[in-house]
């Protein structure tokens, strides 16, 4: 499971840790419960939260396509495995008896490239990356192995003139900080991508 975060209140005699710490292990459970569904709908589970303010308490569930695929998550697909989600929770023995609210979305371009499925995921994107000892680089990632990420690196341009491509460069993941994907409108056909592995366009 990636990183459960839990928000909730907090006071100075511990007992807001000790509630952080209990939410956390629901979240993880919830987690375990739920990631059978999505994996049956052809998803990934990215991660699971639980959101507590007084008696109210916040499911948040992110969802995203497999590695294989670019694309966003549709939101007919949240919409249907919400409902999905929606069902199982209701029929969970274990379920805390508080009322809960469910809420599900796709993690969008705005999120962080940490993890080797981040960036199979960022296929013919443009990305910001950050490199360990060396120059941050924008480029577009051209193919991802196990051994890192080969980007075709972007040449900045007289002013009014087209950026230039320079030559593919791979960066192993252990030069690799992060990454950022670049918002453009630019058809990911234009990448080279193959069209058989796109998903969905449309971002949740």
Known sequence: MTNAEATTSTDRTGTGKAEAASVNVEAERLYALLEPAVLANRLYLEDVSIHVAGANRVVHVVVDLPQEETGGVGLDVIAEISKTLSDTLDNDPSMDARPYELEVS????????????????????????????????????????????????????????????????????DRIRSGKVEIEFSRLEEAGLEKEHNGPSEEA
């Not at 999120?111 to 990305?127: D, F, I, K, Q, S």
């Open 106 to 173: 796709s993690p969008g371009v705005g999120r962080p490239l940490t993890e080797e499925r981040h960036w199979h995921r960022a296929r013919g994107r443009m990305v910001n990356v950050n490199v360990i000892q060396g120059d941050n680089v924008t480029g577009r990632v051209q193919s991802v192995d196990a051994g890192g990420v080969t980007l075709v690196p972007e040449i900045a341009a007289k002013k009014g003139m087209k950026p230039k491509q320079g030559e593919p460069v791979k960066f192993p993941f």
